[in-house]
């Protein structure tokens, strides 16, 4: 059935869908908020083990291009759907998959050599609000990749037509709210020590 | 030719890939003023700058905030403006803005 039969539209004219999902997203920024609050409440309290000096930024500057880049990968996949180009479509919903496995592969190494380094989410209060603010954001990450991975096979099943352009809209702007999270982590806990 | 196309209101493709370039520039000096010693004392202010920047290109271009409805913009702006009230309160209690 596609988007246009199912869409449940409210008395603002607006499809509730979308509604609903940008309600989540705000509620996002609460949560994001919360878990960026506190690394800053606790930045420069650790007692022991490796702090900020371990943050390697080169690397997590081409992790942060490699996803400011999926972003554009997911615009222009949301408008070869809008279009009908069902090819390109499927390719730009691959290489933003692609972008965001990437930056996950990135994220899994600056991880595991944190942990080699003598960090980990026990070691300090740097290590627990570091693991759990990335770590969350991480997990955002892995989901949206799941998500359009999805559509990707839906678009490969044929049932990923202009009738479905919503579908793709709420995941790009998932997608893209995960990228704005990393903007301001980028910032306050790589740059600003 | 206008920047936007017929399709929903959206911007083309063109004015993405605008807009991609300005993040990576905006993205390349924030990563050069983390180096630049002699902008050390200025740089939380330059780099919280630069970062909403970035934050507002996204929201209002890729995430089409600009061009959708404002019933939208104010679900996503509110909440957004409570936890940065939040923020901005947890941190003042902790004293870590007085540091």
Redesign the interface.
Known sequence: MSDTALAHYTS?G?DSR??AF??F???E??L???L??TY??Y?GKSVAGPTTEILN?PLT?VS??VL??S??A???A??AV??GDALFARVWLATTALLGSMFLGFQAYEFTHFVHEGLTLQTSLFGSTFFVLTGFHGGHVFIGVVWLLTLLVRSFQGKLGPDKTLQVELS??YW??V??VW??I???VY??R | MTEHTE??G?PS?AT??I??AI??II?LV??G??YVPALQGV??PI??S??SA??IL??MF??HLKQD?T??AA??T???L???S??TA??LL?G?LLN
């Open positions: 603002t607006l979308k509604i940008w309600t997203l705000g509620s920024c609460l994001f908020g919360t960026i609050t800053l409440v930045h930024i500057s942060t291009f400011l880049m972003s554009l997911m615009v222009l949301l408008a809008t279009r790009g702007l893209h709210f990228d704005v903007i301001v980028f910032t306050v740059l600003l | 399709q929903q959206h493709t993405y890939l807009i991609a993040l990576t993205t924030e990563v003023v983390f740089m939380a780099l919280l630069l970062s970035k934050f996204v929201v890729f995430m409805h019933l939208f679900i996503f509110i909440p957004l409570l936890a940065l939040v923020a947890l941190m902790f870590v």
